[in-house]
């Protein structure tokens, strides 16, 4: 991949509401030309979603957050891509991630409420035929997420002025 | 008491930096948007601060070599080799020094008798012509133009030296300028300062923020400028180090001798954990390219094209800066001095900028505007400046 895409990557990374216009002059491009790359970037399923990065703990939204451990057994020919396939589907499961070590997958799952989650858990997730085993982790609080830092000193701590 | 029967007239005269009364006004304005700083917006990367914590931790509480610590002296020398073809022996050639500022110090003391004169482009750091003073020498400005993109150029330089020439400051990539010297530009420069046999200090403090394809060029690497050149580098810039103080300076032997000695009766060492923070830098920088002080040049390179774009777009002359952190446009064609342009667009604005008096007579009608903050900061404080600017 070129350096400039990876530079656009990061930029829209940082901020995806940065005109187009802006970007080009940052990139020292044409607008048409990132225009182009980033309709690339999308069409190869690079870029996939622009979003933003929320603190809902500022919100009154009822809403708990879990990580879950899943230990499965793989199938024959699919390992574990079918049963990750499966859990996916549930809206309740925000992430997937596949893992090495002491469990398979890792779940970021969301529910609206406690009761809500542990409904998921052991109705729908812990019922699967290849689930062996689960281990539910509550949120308590985000500190820092996609590289934001959610609350604490972020102050600009130089002087104003130095030569 | 009459202290002035006491001080050295020729400190005492020497006039305090200009910037210190927009520090003040800043302050007074919280809403105010500085372009005043003078340092990255980068924290030092997290690896380098967490070895002089584990050096703290360690007990690693003493003095140093006067030299500095050898392992970092032997960074340093790979470090310059590898990145800018300059050899240098770590044991008698390399001094780690208190900034740079601190080897410009040692260079001018080092070098000067009473009645020396020594050349400074213009518009350049605050400090050059003060350390020459306060070494008893007698500074000459040589102003540059942003005709000429600010670069010395080999007449420039000609038409300055005199019998009592003794050395000349290279200040670039510049401060306050963003300029920076090509190959060719520097090769000019190397036959003049060669045939009047001068002494080179250069201060390559920015050197690692230039964004032109050629990258940096040192004027020590060329044929014959080694052996008349002091270099001074440091931390602070390449990898947001300003706070910890930690720069070096390199040069022959027998100049390095001279210098130490006034390190070592004044100075002693640099701190002994900042050091150790800025061995961790270079050696962690040798195993992956350097990889912390490339993040922040792209990031600064984003914001050097949106800076400079915006104030072409305001429709004010600007030189496109390819060094350092700054962009130093023209306001001339508002009809204010820069002084006049900064005060106004502060108090009116609430933004702060640097005059380019500060730098230099010839930074008269320019303003120094630093881009090392935050995208959506600047685009306020650009939206302001234009405000002020079509509003007159």
Known sequence: MQNLQIELLQLLQQDCRLPLEKIAVMLGQKPEAVGAMIDDLEKRGIILRYSPVINWDKTDKDRVEAMIEVRVTPQRDEGFDAIAKRIYRFDEVKTVYLMSGAYDLL????????????????????????????????????????????????????????? | MDYSRYWNPAIAAVPKSGIRKFFDIVQTMPGAISLGVGEPDFVTPYHIRNAAINSILDGETQYTSNWGRISLRREIARYLQKRYHLS?????????????????DLAMRALLTPGDEVLVPEPSYVSYCPSVVFAGGIPVPIPTS???????????????????????????????????????????????????????????IYSELSYGPEGHVSIAGLPDMRERTIYLNGFSKAFAMTGWRVGYACAPAELMDVMVKIHQYTIMCAST??????????????????????????????????????????????????????????????????????????????????????????????????????????????????????SL
Request: aromatic share 8%; hydrophobic share 40%; glycine share 8%.
């Open chain 1, 107 to 163: 779940l970021l799952v969301e529910a609206h409420s406690l009761k809500e989650l542990g409904y998921f858990v052991s109705t729908k997730l812990s019922v699967l035929e290849s689930v062996t085993g689960t281990a539910t982790h509550f949120v308590l609080k985000r500190y820092k997420s996609d590289g934001v830092i959610f609350e604490g000193d972020i102050q600009d701590k130089r002087m104003a002025v130095n030569p």
């Open chain 2, 88 to 104: 240098y022996n770590p044991e008698n050639e390399v001094l780690v020094t208190i900034g740079a500022s601190e080897g410009i």
């Open chain 2, 146 to 204: 942003a005709e000429r993109n600010f670069a010395l150029t080999a007449e420039e330089l000609e038409s300055a030296i005199t019998p009592r020439t003794k050395a000349l400051i290279l200040p670039y990539p510049n401060n306050p300028t963003g300029a920076v010297l090509d190959r060719e530009a520097v090769q000019k420069l190397r036959d003049v300062i060669v045939r009047h046999d001068l002494i080179v200090i250069s201060d390559e």
């Open chain 2, 273 to 390: 954990q900042g050091q150790v923070a800025a061995e961790e830098a270079l050696r962690q920088g040798r195993e992956d390219d350097y990889s912390d002080v490339q993040t922040m040049r792209q990031s600064y390179d984003h914001r050097r094209r949106l800076m400079y774009g915006a104030f072409c777009d305001m429709g004010l002359s600007c030189f496109e800066p390819l060094g350092a952190f700054y962009v130093f446009p023209n306001i001339q064609k508002t009809g204010m001095g820069s002084e006049e342009f900064c005060e106004r667009l502060l108090h009116e604005k609430e933004v702060a900028c640097v005059p380019g008096t500060a730098f230099g007579e010839c930074g008269e009608g320019h303003i120094r505007c630093c881009y090392a903050t935050a995208v959506d900061k600047l685009d306020i404080a650009l939206s302001r400046i234009a405000d002020f600017v079509n």
